[in-house]
């Protein structure tokens, strides 16, 4: 059984850290536990951009990361892109450092963080030269400790392709700009140091306090996911990725969307966020946006199925 990202360290006995094998025709190398040397060939390998998707993160790994850009991209001009899901269980939990979001904005000059929901993908990519795929979280456990596989393609094509799919999921979330991501930085410490002096007493009047802070914890992270957009907008998106996956009938298409973003589209609530209505209106937010995007030709319906309207070369 393997430890989690915040449990101890594992006593398997160690194996080879990699070797090669093939996929098709083109190579690709194996990793298993320690995964740092891997990643850290893929994080030197970036020129133009670093892409990492990685629900957890710790702040010493962050700072790791930056240290090893610098050696890779010393003149700082790599981009730094960090695809990631700021749940209040991830940060309770301790798998989740906020602050390790916010030093990425304070060493590096160029930095997107984005929120998306449902992310668990470990995906690691140096612009379209060398991608990780793993079950590596960005986490010491991760790393070094726990029993962990991944597979390093150099196939441009192959990156390409994995990079592509992170971008089209990552539509679905939100870029955190840096007052945004402070903002939740001072709301999971909160949240921190209610849920401890919560753990040491057992007092009512804590607890009842510690469930206002979590209600507002998670609102406010949700909020980070959707942003300044609208919810004609984000559900656009939704439907745009779920039929890019393949026809689907509506009866199929409404749960999928749900699946995509079950907390906007909880059935039992009544939740506003900016000014826009989610929770128990969401398939009317749906129909809406997915009559906009037919009669805007970008999706087609053929009296069973709906499917996105595919470019024409004229």
Known sequence: MCPSDTGRTNKFRAVPAHHHQSLGKKPVIIHSRPLRAALADVVHCARNELLIASPYIKEKEASWVCDELAVGS?????????????????????????EALELFGQRRSSVQIVSLPR???????????????????LTPSGLDHNFEYGVCLD???????????????????????????????????ELKTEYAQMEKSASRKLKASFTRTLHRARKEFLSAQVGSRSAHSLFSEALIYALSQGPLTTEQLHPRVQ????????????L?????????????????????????????????????VLPTNN
């Open 119 to 137: 992310l668990h993908a470990k995906v690691y990519v140096a612009d379209n030269r060398r991608a990780l795929v793993t079950s590596a979280n």
């Open 259 to 270: 699946t995509l973003l079950p907390d906007l589209c909880d059935d039992e609530v009544e």
């Open 74 to 98: 010393p003149n700082d001009g790599c981009r730094l892109r960090v695809l990631t899901d700021i749940r209040s269980d991830s940060v309770l939990g301790g798998s989740l450092d906020l």
């Open 272 to 308: 506003v966020i900016n000014g826009q209505r989610f929770g128990k209106r969401w398939k009317h937010a749906v129909r809406n946006a997915q009559q906009y995007l037919k009669r805007s030709c970008q999706i087609k319906f053929d009296g069973v199925r709906w499917s996105l």
């Open 155 to 189: 196939d441009a094509a192959l990156v390409s392709k994995v990079r592509e799919d992170l971008e089209a999921y990552a539509r679905l979330g939100n870029i955190l700009s840096g007052a945004e991501l402070h903002s939740l930085l001072g709301v999971a410490q």
